[in-house]
C-alpha cells in the first residue's frame, strides 16, 4: 500500500512538478548557506564533501536507520513473531553465522527489502550526505537488518537489494522528491510537503522532525527532465501462463515515468551519480505492481558527435522489478552503456540508451500450481530503449530488455532463465499537456530446471491510455545556438 500510495502521489504531483520547473527556465537559483566547518579545525570543509544547499549529520541518519529497523521489528513482530522475535542469542548466531540465500516471498524480497534500502538512503540524503556516503549507510542498514532484525540467517540476496538496490531506487525517490518541493526557487507549501514525503518518506520525516536545520532543498541544477502520466486498460492479445493460475485478460494501469537530466544541456554534464536516471512505476488492477523500474549513471563522461548527437557513457546502477501476472523476475545490476540525443532535425529528434551488464536477479512464477520455481542467481542483462520525437505532436516509444538468470550462484535450484521483454507506444498530442497514447507489451519466459523440465509463459497485452505529459513537447533537448 505504500507504494501504491507513492504513484498515487507522483500522478497528483506531476502537474505541479513541471509548474516549478518552468519557473525556473528564466534563471538558476543557487540556495547560500555558510560553509561547514571542521570541528576540530574550524577550516571549512571542501564543496566536493557536502550536497549544494545543505547541512550535514552523520549522527542523525544512524539515529534514523537504528529507529526505523527497532519499529519495523517490532510491528513485524506483531505479525509474525517467529522469525522477528530478535534476542541476544539469535543477533550472535546471525553475526557469527554464515549468509544464506533465503526463500522467503519474492514480493518481500525483491520489491519490499530494496524500498526498505531506499528509506535508509533517504534518511541519509535528507541529511545532507553525499550519494556514496549515503550508500554506505544504506548498505549498514541492511546488514543491522539481516543480522538483529531476523531471528533467520543473514541473506546474501537481501543484503544486494535493500544495501545495493535501496539506492539505485532511492536516489531517483529523493530527487523527484525534491523537485516536487521546488529545488530551492520559493519555501514549498504544506501540499508539496505532504507530497515530497509521500515520494521519499524519509526526506520528509527528516524535514518535519528536525525543523530549519534541513529546511535548505538539494539544488540539482535545474535539469532538462520528461515525465508522463498514463491511465487507461489493456487487455491481452496472446497468453500462455505456463503453470500460473489466476490470469486476468483486462487490467487497469497507472503508469508514471521520468527521464531526469537528459544529456544535451549546454554547460551541464554528469557531475554526481543519477545526474541522469531513468524511473518507471506501474500499478496494475490485476496485479498490484507490474512494474518498477530504474537506471542512473554512477560514473561517467559527456560528448559530441558533431553538430547534431550529444551524450553521456560510463557506469550505471540498475533496479528492475517486473510482473506481468504469470511471473515476476527483478535483478539488481551494474551495466555499461550510453545516453544520447540525435537531433535528426530542426523538428525530429532520436533519443536513447544502450546497457549491457550483470547483477543478481530473481525469477518465480506467480500463482504457480503445485510447483516452485523460485530461483536466484547471476544475472546478465541489456537495455535497448528509443524515443522518436516529431516536434510538439507525436513520439514513439520503443524499449527491449533482456534477462539471463543463470545457474550461478543458484543456491540449491539451479536451472536457468531467459526472459525478454519488449514494449512499444505511441503518444498523440491533443492540446498542450493532454495527450492519448496507444501501448503494445510483450513479456516472454523461458526457464529450465533440473526437477521440472522446461517450462515457457507469454503475455501480450494492447492498451489505450490517457496521457499526461510533463511539458508541451516530448523531452528533446533544445540545444540553441550552441548547436
Request: proline letters at 5%; zero cysteines; a negative charge.
Amino acid at each position: 500500500m505504500v507504494l501504491l500510495g507513492m504513484v498515487v502521489l507522483l500522478s497528483a504531483t506531476v502537474i505541479s512538478v513541471p509548474m516549478a520547473a518552468e519557473k525556473q527556465t528564466s534563471q538558476d537559483s543557487q540556495t547560500v548557506t555558510e560553509p561547514l566547518k571542521d570541528p576540530a579545525s574550524g577550516a571549512s570543509e571542501p564543496e566536493s564533501s557536502r550536497e549544494p544547499g545543505a547541512r550535514r549529520s552523520f549522527l542523525i541518519p544512524v539515529v534514523d536507520i537504528i529507529g526505523f529497523d527497532l519499529l519495523l521489528n517490532l510491528t513485524n513482530r506483531s505479525i509474525d513473531g517467529s522469525d522477528y522475535d530478535s534476542s541476544w542469542e539469535t543477533i550472535q548466531d546471525n553475526a557469527h553465522g554464515p549468509w544464506v540465500v533465503d526463500d522467503d516471498p519474492f514480493a518481500i524480497n525483491q520489491l519490499w527489502h530494496p524500498y526498505q534500502g531506499a528509506a535508509y538512503q533517504g534518511f541519509a540524503r535528507s541529511a545532507g550526505l553525499t550519494f556514496w556516503r549515503s550508500f554506505a549507510y544504506t548498505f549498514a542498514g541492511s546488514v543491522l537488518w539481516e543480522i538483529a532484525g531476523e531471528t533467520t540467517p543473514p541473506s546474501r540476496n537481501d543484503q544486494i537489494a535493500s544495501g545495493i538496490g535501496g539506492n539505485f531506487l532511492g536516489e531517483p525517490l529523493f530527487r523527484m522528491a525534491n523537485m516536487v518541493l521546488g529545488n530551492g526557487e520559493t519555501k514549498p507549501g504544506f501540499w508539496r510537503e505532504l507530497a515530497a514525503a509521500g515520494i521519499s518518506p524519509s526526506t520528509g520525516f527528516n524535514r518535519l522532525a528536525f525543523g530549519s536545520r534541513f529546511d535548505a532543498i538539494y539544488d540539482d541544477g535545474n535539469p532538462v527532465y520528461f515525465s508522463r502520466l498514463q491511465i487507461g486498460a489493456s487487455t491481452a492479445t496472446q497468453s500462455d501462463p505456463g503453470t500460473s493460475t489466476q490470469v486476468r485478460d483486462n487490467e487497469g494501469l497507472i503508469d508514471f515515468s521520468m527521464d531526469y537530466g537528459m544529456p544535451g544541456k549546454p554547460g551541464a554534464g554528469v557531475e554526481k551519480p543519477f545526474d541522469y536516471f531513468s524511473f518507471q512505476i506501474t500499478a496494475s488492477s490485476a496485479n498490484g505492481f507490474e512494474n518498477v523500474l530504474t537506471r542512473g549513471i554512477l560514473f561517467g563522461k559527456n560528448y559530441e558527435g558533431g553538430d547534431r548527437v550529444r551524450g553521456l557513457w560510463g557506469l550505471y546502477g540498475t533496479y528492475d522489478y517486473i510482473a506481468p501476472q504469470s511471473f515476476r523476475v527483478s535483478t539488481t545490476a551494474l551495466a555499461v552503456g550510453t545516453t544520447a540525443q540525435w537531433s535528426i532535425s530542426d523538428t525530429t529528434a532520436l533519443q536513447g540508451t544502450a546497457l549491457l551488464g550483470a547483477g543478481y536477479g530473481a525469477v518465480g512464477t506467480i500463482n504457480g500450481a503445485d510447483e516452485n520455481d523460485y530461483h536466484y542467481g547471476v544475472a546478465p542483462l541489456a537495455l535497448l530503449a528509443l524515443r522518436g520525437n516529431f516536434g510538439d505532436r507525436s513520439s514513439i516509444d520503443f524499449a527491449a530488455r533482456d534477462y539471463f538468470v543463470s545457474r550461478v550462484a543458484a543456491a540449491d535450484t539451479g536451472g536457468h532463465d531467459n526472459i525478454v521483454r519488449a514494449e512499444a507506444s505511441f503518444i498523440l498530442r491533443l492540446s498542450h499537456k493532454q495527450a492519448v497514447s496507444l501501448k503494445y507489451l510483450w513479456n516472454h519466459r523461458d526457464a529450465s530446471y533440473p526437477d521440472l523440465g522446461d517450462r515457457t509463459q507469454t503475455r501480450a497485452t494492447v492498451g489505450l491510455f490517457y496521457t499526461r505529459l510533463g511539458h508541451d513537447r516530448f523531452g528533446t533537448v533544445d540545444w540553441g545556438p550552441d548547436r
